[in-house]
């Protein structure tokens, strides 16, 4: 097909626009599947859920029209309040958290000592599961009366809240239970910690700087561009918690962990409120592009390049 | 030579690996414990961590409970299915945007990288009901498609491992008249397995532990996947924790396992996703 098209042009000039052209082709076709699930799932569905969110639309009968209705209902809807309170306290502990516990075990784990890919390997293993299983396990081990994290308190003569059966300690389980899969971060700092350059450490100890010192002078700085990274990614992946609150809780008690994709659901696929949960989508989407260019635009600030890469 | 704080510094460091190791383990080793308990010690405090006896026939009662040899071959051909779409696409998009050259690439690939910020949820509810009008509810259709019209994160991956691969084996295979499927089949592919295996390992991973696709789209018993029969096994089964760990243990052996032989390439695969854009 691309041969024949070649030959059939004379000419020195013709033949490598042509040549050119060719290869443009060649590209389009390739990422032809992309391009197709670009628009058909990401692009074409993003433009129908802004049209669903001004309707109102059961899926049995015709979406109707009612402008800016879902928007109006969801400012005086106290459990989309809710949705969004919970959803961002989690995000707010649980990400920082996270991310200081992935840096922490990535430092340890940056250590000569020996062993070490065995603990690596056990310190991972976690984020490699998730799902129901995973949630189903946490409720036992947060079980109030018999779980395991309670008769470790146990041992040490604290009487352990109700955890996920608590409105006010459901919260804090689901965080706890966050730094359990902390491991991708993990392994994205310990690589970022074994490119600093040992010159500078070095450098840095040869001016007398102390250890904390140097972490902070030194390590810390030459880190930034992966916090940057983990950042973002930990922020995306926290507001879309969904499974804990569907197994674990049902989003209780009493709403306390009512996460914001979860009562999204709820309104799509248990309330058959379609439109209404289209607009709670495209405000989802708002949050997470202005949150994302804010911390990109921040980053300016904080965000140092090594060699300027 | 060492000095004293070295010494000590190693030490501190032992100990705080341990200590989070163990926290680590703790939910696993926990479930399996409770998973060989018969039901009287699972309520017994404090907590014994070595069943005695040990009940191995939890597992065959709990996966009798429900059908779990039928969930287990849904899940499994879903995975199949998604895994052979999510490699050709992939692998042809990746080729494209690491040796190709075109107008548009660059705006193209940055569109690429910044779907991968995309919640699933926003566009959830136009895609169940695009699908619902096609009637792919209660296929397993929604669930495979998509993988063969590539995914962002697997497309940067093989990229990234492309780019690595010197380019004048393909400007001999070129000058052979070799097109360019015959290059990516002959020399790439031979070339990259490793990425092609992480990229293999994630996907099976994500159908694995996928709960809100599967939610959306199966309704019927017959079609469940492993992580909503586990979630219906939950729904029925009001005895006690011993078999709900059992059925656990069950389901997250295979991608432990898989971890395990993989543990390498899956690491390698987070890095170079990760570090090196």
């Known amino acids: 097909m691309q041969a024949g098209a070649a030959e059939a042009t004379p ?75 919970v959803t961002t306290i989690y995000a707010v502990v649980s990400v920082p958290l ?26 991972y293993l976690p984020s490699v599961v998730s799902g129901v299983a995973v949630s189903v396990v946490f ?30 300690w459901a919260l804090p389980a689901m965080i706890l239970m966050s730094l359990w899969s902390v491991g991708g971060a993990m392994i994205i700092f310990l690589a970022g910690l074994q490119n600093v350059p040992p010159e500078l450490h070095e450098a840095a100890q ?40 569907y197994v674990m809780t049902n989003g209780g008690p009493l709403n306390a962990t009512l996460f914001y994709v979860f009562y999204l659901w709820q309104n799509a696929f248990q309330y058959l409120n379609m439109g209404y949960a289209a607009a709670m989508a495209w405000i989802l989407f708002l949050i997470v592009l202005v949150v994302t260019v804010a911390v990109f635009a921040t980053s300016r600030k904080w965000v140092f390049y090594q060699g300027g890469e | ?90 692998i042809m998009v990746g080729y494209a945007f690491a040796r190709l050259e075109a107008r548009g690439k660059n705006v193209l690939f940055y569109v690429m990288l910044s779907t991968l910020m995309l919640p699933y949820a926003v566009t959830m509810i136009p895609q169940y009901a695009i699908f ?45 008249g070799a097109g360019v499927f015959t290059t990516i089949w002959r020399i790439i592919l031979p070339l990259s397995w490793p990425a092609i295996i992480v990229v293999c ?41 011993n078999l709900l760990m059992a059925a656990s243990t069950v389901i997250l052996i295979p991608v432990l396992v898989m971890f395990y032989f993989g543990q390498r390439l899956f690491i390698k695969g987070i890095i170079v996703g990760g570090v090196k854009g």
């Open chain 1, 11 to 85: 000419g020195r000039a013709t033949r490598s626009r042509s040549l050119r052209a060719q290869r443009e082709t060649l590209f389009y076709v390739l990422i032809s599947p992309w391009i197709i699930g670009f628009l058909a799932f990401v692009f074409g569905p993003m433009m129908y859920s802004g049209y669903l969110s001004l309707t109102k639309w059961n899926l049995l009968a015709p979406p109707q029209f009612i402008g800016m209705g879902n928007y109006q209902q969801l400012l005086h809807d106290p459990l989309f309040w809710q949705s969004l309170k």
């Open chain 1, 98 to 123: 996270g991310l200081a516990f992935a840096l922490f075990l990535a430092v340890l784990l940056n250590q000569r000592v020996r062993g070490l890919s065995v603990f690596r390997t056990i310190l």
């Open chain 1, 139 to 168: 409720m036992w081990v947060f079980n109030p009366s018999f779980g395991i994290v309670n008769s470790i308190l146990g041992y040490f003569g604290i009487k352990g809240p109700g955890w996920i059966e608590s409105p006010t």
């Open chain 1, 206 to 245: 040869m001016d007398g700087a102390g250890m904390w010192r140097r972490f902070f002078r030194v390590t810390i700085p030459l880190l930034t561009p992966t916090i940057l990274f983990n950042l973002i990614l930990s922020i995306i992946n926290q507001f879309q918690i969904f499974t804990q609150a």
């Open chain 2, 1 to 90: 030579m060492q000095t004293r704080a070295d010494v000590a510094m190693k030490a501190v460091t032992y100990v705080l690996l341990i200590i989070c190791s163990a926290g680590m383990l703790l939910p696993l080793l926990w479930m399996v414990s409770s998973a060989l308990k018969p039901n009287y010690e699972v309520f017994q405090f404090p907590p014994q961590w070595i069943p005695s006896p040990v009940q191995w026939s939890n597992f065959p009662r709990a996966l009798n409970f429900v059908p779990f040899l039928q969930f287990f071959w849904n899940t499994i051909l879903i995975a199949v299915g998604s895994l052979v779409g999510s490699l050709i696409s992939n």
């Open chain 2, 132 to 176: 619902s009008q096609l009637h792919w509810v209660n296929t397993f259709w929604p669930l495979i498609v998509p993988a063969y019209f590539g995914n962002p994160f697997f497309i940067f991956l093989l990229r990234q491992f492309f780019l690595g691969i010197p380019r004048e084996l393909e400007d001999a295979a070129a000058i052979d």
């Open chain 2, 201 to 241: 390992i994630f996907q099976i991973q994500a159908t694995w532990n996928d709960l809100l696709g599967p939610l959306l789209y199966l309704n019927k018993e017959s079609l469940f996947t492993l992580q909503l029969g586990l979630q219906y096994f939950v729904g029925q089964y009001t005895g006690g924790w």
